[in-house]
């Protein structure tokens, strides 16, 4: 008989809760997994129903069940926040600590306050996998034994997790293993690592993260711990890994902790800086281990499938008679040919629908798409290794997947299901994911639609680089038609955001020797006038504009709005001011009937540009607040950061460097949270360089010319490359280094075909290292001839420091300075 007593201990005092508590739902909520989830995503920081259900992949109703017994339990405590205009519910532990006593009755006590020990049951599975049956890697096997950092990659299944856990087992060293998972977080390492150490007599973290101290503290306690428990670090599956945070500890690790082995496993390279860190990639078994792999009658399959271990696997475990059949099968064939058909229908059916998505999903997703899985079958595929489920997610074998999609019937009918299903979704990643299936559908018609909704909202994701590979793969397998023209044109888009501009020019021409509507041929000048006006070639971007606008038949629209706003901004440029202020008023009118259009506020933007050129600063200044506001409006923050870049150039006309990098600031802050813009990124930061620099904040100066150079290495666009020239040669000059800021200066102004305003500033740096250098009369000649260019371009604006250097210049020739 239970003698059933739970003591509560809340600040001090202690009472019976027999009443209240019964051990008996204390004991079924902590044997039910999901409630211990639960309890493992809040013990970290307080959560909600809905972050929870998202967190774990499973229905809001599911958990509303579990939080019910974790209350009847008294494990956990609600409370109201406020979020915004509305209040939300979160939840946290009740407890910190529950002691479970058998002497002399059962009885439990559970210690109440604020959380401060997490207790996991995940935390403690930190041991090595065994393994079985592993045959040869005698070389890489030394690879790792004489190396202190290893990373491990290859494809899927080759072995990567095995190689690691078979070298950990044969140490006698201490072995802290972890399998990353996409929702990981520092938190939950550092305190997995925590729980490790304090089995092993370090318990200095453990207490550090119960006291809250800063994460530095506990990054380098756990860098120690590890250290003196004599351990080796291992992470498995660290591609998965989304945390910045984890990357850094792991970086620290390498730096900090040269003599305590680490072991990485991923598919690919991670982003780690250490150079201490080696890499091993893993290949195929050699013929001879792969046949000890497979062994028996089996060793046959080896000279059809090479060496992937997985594979070999897989085939060794179905129950089929393999033969010796032709040894010129393909692996897809084979397992297509002999596997598939000794398997039941019901498993067939299973890994049919499952191969027609690209990587994991969520099996509750593909049993909305084609109904529920026989539970049994699907538990059958699991054993023999055809797929892998865990928390809801399901995996399958890359070869079972492709030979699997290739024996499907009714292809594009199931494509056409998913393309729905994904299109539904509201994230990016999804969409690009619809698609995909929408182009394997083969339905051009809803294609146009989806490219005519979608599109530029993909072109400005964070996800444009993988939206383009899409694009790309879906041109190359259509025939010529209307689709494939406007998919060759978004091709064409994304090179030109991408400022990879000869391929953009490339798929614009494609897209014209497909047959297209004239509704594209709008489309194509304009983005083929803009991508002309970043290579420099300012003349040929207005005549490609002025051509299309005398061809155009809709007058008055948004098409002939766009086209006037780009034609407007080349006319500034070339100097030609006045039919720039002819076109833009003509575009501004236009745009008046269509103010919810972004072209609206751009046409704006232009024209406070053209005012700035102008030297007009009090009208240029007034009209770039009234397009912010616009842009802030319609949360178009592209359009917002241009704004403040304006802003910026007008406080550096009137003598205010420190406040222009004040708005340089906001500008760059929001183009690294918008993350798709890395050349406007790197000009903004070019340009808040040069402020700098004229200022005397060198040390600032050099730290965001560093920065322009990683960004700018991102990238293929030359202009900018000859824009870091220009900054490096300021930079240089500024610091009295003539010798080599001549010659960054010459580089520069190679780049002839680059921005003009970015070459007259070379040429103004250049007069200022000839005068230096005592060549005055050259200087004289080289701000002559800017001075002239300016007034005949009527750049005003630009007009007043170039006079400025040529008194300068003048003061020393006739002083003998």
Not at 47 to 68: D, M, N, P, V
């Given at each position: 008989?239970?003698?059933?007593?739970?003591?509560?201990?809340?600040?001090?005092?202690?009472?019976?809760?027999?009443?209240?508590?019964?051990?008996?739902?204390l004991?079924r909520?902590?044997?039910?997994?999901?409630?211990?989830?639960?309890?493992?995503?809040?013990?970290?920081?307080?959560?909600?129903?809905?972050?929870?259900?998202?967190?774990?992949?499973?229905?809001?109703?599911?958990?509303?069940?579990?939080?019910?017994?974790?209350?009847s339990?008294?494990?956990?405590?609600?409370?109201?926040?406020?979020?915004?205009?509305?209040?939300?519910?979160?939840?946290?532990?009740?407890?910190?600590?529950?002691?479970i006593?058998?002497?002399?009755?059962?009885?439990?006590?559970?210690?109440?306050?604020?959380?401060?020990?997490?207790?996991d049951?995940?935390?403690?599975?930190?041991?090595?996998?065994?393994?079985?049956?592993?045959?040869?890697?005698?070389?890489?096997?030394?690879?790792?034994?004489?190396?202190?950092?290893?990373?491990?990659?290859?494809?899927?299944?080759?072995?990567?997790?095995?190689?690691?856990?078979?070298?950990?087992?044969?140490q006698?060293?201490?072995?802290?293993?972890?399998?990353?998972?996409?929702?990981?977080?520092?938190?939950?390492?550092?305190?997995?690592?925590?729980?490790?150490?304090?089995?092993?007599?370090?318990?200095?973290?453990?207490?550090?993260?119960?006291?809250?101290?800063?994460?530095?503290v506990?990054?380098?306690?756990?860098?120690?711990?590890?250290?003196?428990t004599?351990?080796?670090?291992?992470?498995?599956?660290?591609?998965?890994?989304?945390?910045?945070?984890?990357?850094?500890?792991?970086?620290?690790?390498?730096?900090?902790?040269?003599?305590?082995?680490?072991?990485?496993?991923?598919?690919?390279?991670?982003?780690?800086?250490?150079?201490?860190?080696?890499?091993?990639?893993?290949?195929?078994?050699?013929?001879?281990?792969?046949?000890?792999?497979?062994?028996?009658?089996?060793?046959?399959?080896?000279?059809?499938?090479?060496?992937?271990?997985?594979?070999?696997?897989?085939?060794?475990?179905?129950?089929?008679?393999?033969?010796?059949?032709?040894?010129?099968?393909?692996?897809?064939?084979?397992?297509?040919?002999?596997i598939?058909?000794?398997?039941?229908?019901?498993?067939?059916?299973i890994?049919?629908?499952?191969?027609?998505?690209?990587?994991?999903?969520?099996?509750?997703?593909?049993?909305?798409?084609?109904?529920?899985?026989?539970?049994?079958?699907?538990?059958?595929?699991?054993?023999?290794?055809?797929?892998r489920?865990?928390?809801?997610?399901?995996?399958?074998?890359?070869?079972?997947?492709?030979?699997?999609?290739?024996?499907?019937?009714?292809?594009?009918?199931?494509?056409?299901?998913?393309?729905?299903?994904?299109?539904?979704?509201?994230?990016?990643?999804?969409?690009?994911e619809?698609?995909?299936?929408?182009?394997k559908?083969?339905?051009?018609?809803?294609?146009?639609?989806?490219?005519?909704?979608?599109?530029?909202?993909?072109?400005?994701?964070?996800?444009?680089?993988?939206?383009?590979?899409?694009?790309?793969?879906?041109?190359?397998?259509?025939?010529?038609?209307?689709?494939?023209?406007?998919?060759?044109?978004?091709?064409g888009?994304?090179?030109?955001?991408?400022?990879?501009?000869?391929k953009?020019?490339?798929?614009?021409?494609?897209?014209?020797?497909?047959?297209?509507?004239?509704?594209?041929?709008?489309?194509?000048a304009?983005?083929?006038?803009?991508?002309l006006?970043?290579?420099?070639?300012?003349?040929?971007?207005?005549?490609?504009?002025?051509?299309?606008?005398?061809?155009?038949?809709?007058?008055?629209?948004?098409?002939?709005?766009?086209?006037?706003?780009?034609?407007?901004?080349?006319?500034?440029?070339?100097?030609?001011?006045?039919?720039a202020?002819?076109?833009?008023?003509?575009?501004?009118?236009?745009f008046?009937?269509?103010?919810?259009?972004?072209?609206?506020?751009?046409?704006l933007?232009?024209?406070?540009?053209?005012?700035y050129?102008?030297?007009?600063?009090?009208?240029?200044?007034?009209?770039?607040?009234?397009?912010?506001?616009?842009?802030?409006?319609?949360?178009?923050?592209?359009?917002?950061?241009?704004?403040?870049?304006?802003?910026?150039?007008?406080m550096?006309?009137?003598?205010?460097?420190?406040?222009?990098?004040?708005?340089?600031?906001e500008?760059?802050?929001?183009?690294?949270?918008?993350?798709?813009?890395?050349?406007?990124?790197?000009?903004?930061?070019?340009?808040?360089?040069?402020?700098?620099?004229?200022?005397?904040?060198?040390?600032?100066?050099?730290?965001?010319?560093?920065?322009?150079?990683?960004?700018?290495?991102?990238?293929?666009?030359?202009?900018?490359?000859?824009?870091?020239?220009?900054?490096?040669?300021?930079?240089?000059?500024?610091?009295?280094?003539?010798?080599?800021?001549?010659?960054?200066?010459?580089?520069?102004?190679?780049?002839?075909?680059?921005?003009?305003?970015m070459?007259?500033?070379?040429?103004?740096?250049?007069?200022?290292?000839?005068?230096?250098n005592?060549?005055?009369?050259?200087?004289?000649?080289?701000?002559?001839?800017?001075?002239?260019?300016?007034?005949?371009?009527?750049?005003?604006?630009?007009?007043?420091?170039?006079?400025?250097?040529?008194?300068?210049?003048?003061?020393?020739?006739?002083?003998?300075?």
């Amino acid at each position: 008989m239970f003698r059933a007593l739970e003591r509560i201990f809340i600040d001090g005092d202690c009472y019976k809760s027999v009443e209240r508590q019964p051990i008996h739902q204390l004991l079924r909520a902590l044997s039910d997994k999901r409630c211990l989830d639960i309890l493992n995503i809040i013990s970290t920081e307080p959560s909600y129903t809905g972050e929870l259900a998202s967190h774990l992949k499973i229905k809001e109703s599911r958990i509303s069940e579990k939080i019910k017994i974790l209350k009847s339990a008294g494990l956990i405590t609600e409370e109201w926040k406020r979020e915004g205009n509305k209040l939300v519910k979160y939840l946290k532990p009740s407890m910190r600590k529950i002691n479970i006593s058998l002497d002399g009755g059962l009885s439990v006590e559970t210690i109440s306050d604020r959380p401060k020990e997490i207790v996991d049951y995940e935390h403690s599975e930190y041991n090595p996998p065994s393994v079985r049956n592993f045959v040869g890697r005698k070389e890489e096997y030394k690879f790792l034994k004489d190396n202190h950092h290893i990373l491990i990659t290859g494809i899927p299944g080759i072995g990567k997790s095995a190689m690691a856990a078979h070298f950990v087992n044969t140490q006698k060293m201490n072995t802290f293993w972890h399998d990353i998972r996409e929702t990981d977080n520092l938190k939950h390492l550092l305190m997995k690592i925590a729980i490790f150490l304090q089995r092993h007599g370090d318990e200095s973290l453990i207490n550090s993260l119960q006291a809250e101290r800063d994460r530095r503290v506990h990054v380098n306690l756990a860098i120690t711990g590890m250290r003196k428990t004599n351990s080796i670090l291992v992470l498995d599956d660290v591609h998965k890994c989304k945390d910045a945070e984890i990357f850094g500890l792991v970086n620290d690790f390498l730096k900090s902790v040269p003599e305590v082995k680490v072991i990485l496993a991923a598919r690919s390279r991670i982003p780690l800086v250490a150079t201490s860190l080696k890499t091993l990639v893993l290949g195929e078994l050699p013929p001879a281990e792969a046949k000890k792999l497979v062994g028996g009658e089996s060793r046959s399959v080896v000279k059809r499938f090479g060496g992937h271990p997985l594979l070999l696997k897989i085939i060794s475990n179905l129950p089929v008679s393999l033969g010796e059949g032709s040894r010129t099968v393909s692996p897809d064939e084979y397992v297509m040919n002999v596997i598939m058909p000794s398997l039941p229908k019901g498993i067939v059916t299973i890994i049919q629908q499952l191969s027609f998505f690209r990587g994991e999903v969520k099996r509750e997703d593909a049993e909305f798409i084609f109904g529920k899985f026989n539970s049994e079958e699907f538990h059958n595929a699991e054993n023999i290794g055809l797929l892998r489920s865990k928390n809801g997610i399901v995996s399958m074998n890359d070869m079972v997947r492709e030979a699997a999609y290739l024996s499907a019937d009714n292809k594009e009918d199931v494509h056409w299901k998913l393309a729905t299903f994904y299109v539904s979704k509201n994230s990016s990643e999804s969409k690009i994911e619809g698609f995909h299936h929408l182009w394997k559908s083969r339905r051009n018609e809803d294609i146009l639609k989806f490219l005519d909704q979608y599109s530029m909202q993909l072109i400005d994701s964070g996800h444009m680089n993988n939206f383009q590979k899409e694009l790309i793969e879906a041109s190359d397998s259509m025939a010529v038609c209307e689709a494939k023209a406007v998919i060759l044109y978004w091709i064409g888009r994304s090179y030109r955001n991408s400022r990879t501009y000869k391929k953009a020019l490339e798929y614009f021409t494609k897209a014209r020797l497909c047959p297209h509507s004239p509704d594209l041929e709008m489309h194509i000048a304009p983005s083929e006038a803009v991508v002309l006006q970043y290579m420099g070639r300012i003349e040929a971007a207005r005549d490609v504009l002025q051509s299309h606008l005398k061809t155009l038949k809709e007058r008055g629209g948004i098409v002939e709005g766009d086209i006037l706003n780009t034609l407007g901004r080349s006319l500034t440029y070339l100097g030609e001011l006045k039919e720039a202020e002819r076109v833009l008023k003509r575009s501004l009118k236009i745009f008046s009937n269509f103010k919810e259009s972004r072209g609206y506020w751009v046409c704006l933007f232009h024209i406070a540009f053209m005012e700035y050129v102008k030297g007009n600063l009090k009208e240029a200044w007034a009209v770039n607040e009234r397009a912010a506001s616009g842009f802030l409006n319609m949360n178009y923050l592209y359009g917002y950061a241009a704004t403040q870049q304006t802003k910026a150039f007008i406080m550096e006309s009137t003598g205010r460097f420190e406040s222009a990098i004040d708005k340089y600031d906001e500008a760059i802050d929001i183009l690294e949270n918008l993350g798709f813009s890395q050349s406007d990124l790197a000009f903004t930061l070019m340009k808040k360089t040069l402020a700098n620099i004229h200022i005397g904040r060198m040390e600032e100066a050099s730290k965001d010319l560093n920065k322009s150079k990683n960004t700018i290495s991102q990238t293929e666009d030359e202009l900018l490359k000859g824009m870091l020239s220009y900054v490096e040669g300021s930079f240089l000059l500024k610091k009295k280094k003539l010798e080599l800021a001549r010659k960054m200066l010459n580089k520069a102004m190679k780049y002839e075909s680059s921005d003009p305003i970015m070459l007259w500033g070379v040429r103004l740096q250049m007069a200022k290292l000839l005068s230096i250098n005592g060549k005055k009369k050259d200087a004289e000649k080289l701000i002559l001839d800017l001075i002239s260019d300016l007034e005949r371009r009527n750049f005003f604006v630009f007009l007043k420091e170039a006079k400025d250097i040529h008194k300068e210049i003048e003061t020393m020739r006739n002083t003998g300075i």
